[in-house]
């Protein structure tokens, strides 16, 4: 299954909704369905209300507002990973093309009718790790530097800022204080239900599913932070890609097997097979959740796949650039990069002669 954020503007103003997405056409075609909006959504709110008012159910609607929010985070907040209750409505919808709620309000909408809004609205906390050796290699040896042996004992990441995450298709900000900004290609885990102290064996029933991450990255200023050794800050906080949607991990599989690349104004800059990852998803779960509580709606990114950012490859993105990164077995994340707001502002205080 897909599960999406939508917003819908009405004469009252914009609301956002939790949907199931369906695109058109057979897997092989998800790509090209994703980027061109080819598919509808339906409203799991609205629908569950359709199904109680049409078994004659007293109060459909305030039925479906209490046991069925439409909202993603607060759906799963209620059922946490279990998928049961949208299953049902899924194939109660699927054969109901003009259904209405009790009240008229549409259930079915094209994905071209609709904006996508991150799948999570509210982010308690995002961590990225740092899980494909490939890439670090790359990376690291363009630096000068070889991979920390710490990072073969335990997964690490850094925490980002959570408030600046940017859905499908919307526009991202060019940092005034940047000259080299660049996009990185990464998987993401959701995580579906309150998780602490996990094992291992256990820690993958804590997924809702998975998602594109984008880290967008102001590399020149990301280079001075690291040198102080306490993380990216300022080279990552502006700006966090995430969607379209969420592919719960019945539909997902493995990881190491998609098929990834990322266009830069509709050419292909870079192709990618992730490959095993030294720490998984779960191990990544199992591993932060000692006597440390992950809540609904916590994302963990995979890091940068092999090939996956301007910087690997040496090719950079310029302002109005269009970024989109692709896996098949998920779809499309497009972003557009504005052009810098005028100059940087002056933070630093007078120096006396």
Not at 147 to 160: D, R, S, V
Not at 315 to 343: Q, S, T, Y
């Amino acid at each position: 299954m897909k599960l999406c954020m939508f917003r819908i503007d009405t004469p009252v103003g914009p609301f956002d909704r939790f949907g199931l997405v369906t695109l058109d056409g057979g897997p092989a075609d998800m790509i090209e369905s994703a980027r061109n909006g080819a598919g509808s959504v339906v409203d799991v709110n609205f629908a569950y209300a359709a199904m109680q008012a049409e078994r004659g159910e007293p109060n459909p609607t305030g039925r479906a507002a209490a046991f069925c929010p439409a909202d993603l985070q607060g759906f799963a907040e209620l059922y946490g990973t279990d998928r049961a209750l949208l299953e049902e409505i899924a194939d109660w919808a699927a054969g109901r093309g003009d259904a209405a709620g009790p009240r008229g309000e549409a259930i079915h909408w094209r994905l071209t009718d609709i904006a996508l809004m991150p799948p999570i609205g509210r982010v308690p906390v995002l961590r990225d790790f740092a899980a494909f050796e490939d890439h670090l290699e790359n990376t690291f040896g363009k630096m000068g530097l070889k991979i920390p042996p710490a990072w073969y004992e335990q997964p690490t990441a850094f925490k980002g800022n959570s408030t600046t995450i940017f859905g499908h298709d919307t526009t991202v900000p060019w940092p005034r204080y940047t000259k080299k900004l660049d996009y990185e290609l990464e998987l993401a885990a959701v995580i579906g239900r309150p998780t602490k102290d996990v094992d291992i064996d256990h820690a993958a029933d804590a997924i809702l599913g998975y998602t594109l991450l984008n880290d967008f990255s102001a590399r020149d200023t990301q280079r001075g932070e690291m040198n102080v050794s306490t993380g990216p800050y300022k080279g990552k906080d502006f700006a966090w890609g995430l969607g379209p949607w969420i592919v719960t991990p019945d539909e997902f599989g493995d990881p190491a097997t998609l098929q990834m690349a990322v266009r830069i104004d509709g050419e292909v800059w870079a192709t990618s097979t992730p490959g095993p990852m030294q720490w998984s998803f779960p191990e990544a779960i199992s591993y932060t959740s000692q006597d440390e509580l992950l809540t609904v709606g916590e994302v963990l990114g995979s890091g940068t796949v092999n090939s996956g950012c301007g910087f690997e490859i040496d090719r950079w993105i310029v302002p109005g650039a269009v970024v989109e990164l692709e896996a098949d077995r998920i779809g499309v994340l497009r972003h557009h990069v504005a052009h810098p707001a005028g100059e940087p502002i002056r933070w630093r205080r007078s120096q006396k002669g």
